[in-house]
């Protein structure tokens, strides 16, 4: 993947501006549809209807849903880019974030971890499944050999890479090396067989993809209450932004199961509204929101990665001219 198409909702009125990122994740967001530029095109013909008619009749669409979520409270709001007001966005109080490492060979694994390590994270997440397992073991392994558990808390993420009938014995195996998680071991969409893993599996189980397509209240409880996980991981663009992932939380908290919230590839516009959302949650664990930093073409924000956390500098500022630049 070298590029992420980005749609931008803008709302004008009485000289004020909001603006919402719609963001889809080609091949992984429910709404990746032949329509969906079409849908943009009626919500903004529709825009009348207000934030919350629009939400619900944007189900099948939850990369909309996000967007005019975040355009109505940007436009609500006396800075379009202060969403939530909170001791995060007067840079008093950071939010603790994990590290990606990608894939490799084992030096270059160690690279990125001895520098996420010099840049302050103490949780990291690695990708597994990509490359043979047994491989996969051997790189955990020197890493723990390298870094204890109270050194660097790892996390990591199959995206659904296990078959069902190996899961329970690589689950085994990945168990030695003391991981915070495992993230989606086998495919989406087998609920039976993902409860069986969350029941016994050595290493805690969060759902991640499993969420995605689920919008109705009735599901949301189905499927917690079936599977039991011990995380969901929460991807506004891909689960009907606030309100919808509110829903889960909900759920979630009423089963006792844990949850953090992950940016799914938004610019700093919707990376922006998840961060400063995320905050008002108070939830202490390491949040997946590092990711602004991959684009070439990002549009400049107080945004700043710093000491494993995310910050809002108020040294620095939004690019300049950016609505009326996105207007053109």
Known sequence: MTQKETFFIILKKEGRVGIGECGILRGLS????PDYEERLHWTCSNIDLGKAALWESLLEYPSIQFGVEQAFLSLNSHDPFLLYPSEFSLNNSPI?????????DEHFMHQQIQQKLKEGFK???LKIGAIDFENEIGLLKSIRNKYSEN???????????????EASCKLERLSQF??????QPIRAGNPIEMAKLCLKSPVPIALDE??????????????????????IILKPSLVGGFKGSMEWIEIAEKLQINWWVTSALESNIG?????????????????????????????KSPLT????????????TWETNLIENLCI
């Open 30 to 33: 429910v709404d990746d549809v």
């Open 96 to 104: 603790a974030i994990n590290g990606l490492i990608w894939m490799g």
């Open 123 to 125: 949780c990291i997440k």
């Open 151 to 165: 050194e660097i808390e790892i996390r990591v993420d199959a995206n659904g890479a296990f078959i069902p009938s």
């Open 178 to 183: 003391d991981l915070h998680s495992i993230e």
């Open 210 to 231: 499993e969420l995605i397509g689920v919008t109705r209240i009735t599901e949301k409880e189905k499927l917690l209450q079936t599977i039991r996980p011990d995380y």
């Open 271 to 299: 990376l922006n509204a998840i961060a400063q959302w995320t905050y008002t949650l108070d939830n202490k664990l390491p949040q997946g929101l590092g990711t602004g930093g991959l684009y070439n073409n990002n549009f």
């Open 305 to 316: 990665v710093h000491n494993g956390t995310i910050r809002h500098a108020n040294n620095k």
